[in-house]
């Protein structure tokens, strides 16, 4: 069974801070992505990586940056958190379907 | 310009009648297609998959029908449950695996 977990289920941050969303994957799969779900707009994509080292700018990059050091592990950084950043973080990662993660309530104040 | 379109917000469905979940895409480029299904504060799940060669997959209760000509996918769920009750993505990629753009999504209602 595929496990997808991400660090946090709620976090509260500060305009102006640096804010860190872990997600990790169990299944050895290749393709990783992150999205953020917000109320109309359905699920957009911010980042995504189809192998170590390497990250491609989704539809909505700005404002976010992304690591993956390693294979089951992918980051997503806020350099300086924005109220309109508040939003549901969602992760997922591929071999075929994507498997996503519980996701991150993420507020801004 | 939205690439994968859901242009119906919400639907309403009696306890073991047919729910009916339509989706248009823009990009004759796509080639793999996706349902998810979504409850709050929860990730959402994978239903059902269909590739471009084929225009009908059935697992279960859920069954997707792909017409590449018309660039429209459904999704049939029959019967329909109180279970069902959930919010609907439509998915839309240039292959599996990769990347994927997404509808607004459809929220079912189920009532008993």
């Known amino acids: 069974d595929v496990k997808v977990t991400q660090s946090s289920r709620y976090l509260v941050k500060r305009t102006g801070e640096k804010v860190f969303l872990e997600c990790v994957q169990d299944?050895?799969?290749?393709?990783m992505f992150w999205y953020r779900q917000d109320p109309g707009l359905g699920l957009r994509l911010i980042y995504f990586?189809?192998?170590?080292?390497?990250?491609e700018k989704g539809d909505i990059p700005e404002g976010y940056s992304v690591s993956r050091e390693k294979k089951e592990r992918f980051s997503l950084i806020l350099e300086s958190a924005s109220t309109n950043q508040t939003s549901m973080y969602l992760c997922a990662s591929s071999q075929y379907e994507q498997y996503f993660g519980p996701g991150t309530r993420l507020t801004v104040t | 310009d939205q690439q994968v379109k859901q242009n119906s917000p919400s639907l309403s469905v009696q306890e073991g009648r047919i729910s009916i979940l339509n989706c248009d895409y823009t990009?004759?480029?796509?080639?793999?297609f996706l349902w998810y299904k979504k409850y709050p504060a929860e990730g959402p799940t994978f239903l059902i998959s269909i590739s471009s060669i084929k225009d009908k997959n059935e697992d279960g209760r859920f069954t997707v029908f792909l017409n590449k000509s018309a660039k429209h996918l459904s999704l049939h769920i029959v019967p329909s449950q109180p279970g069902d009750s959930a919010v609907y993505f439509c998915a839309a990629g240039l292959q599996a695996g990769t990347a994927l753009i997404f509808g607004k999504g459809t929220t079912l209602s189920v009532s008993s």
């Open positions: 990009n004759s480029m796509f080639d793999y």
């Open positions: 990586s189809y192998d170590v080292k390497m990250k």
């Open positions: 299944m050895d799969h290749e393709n």
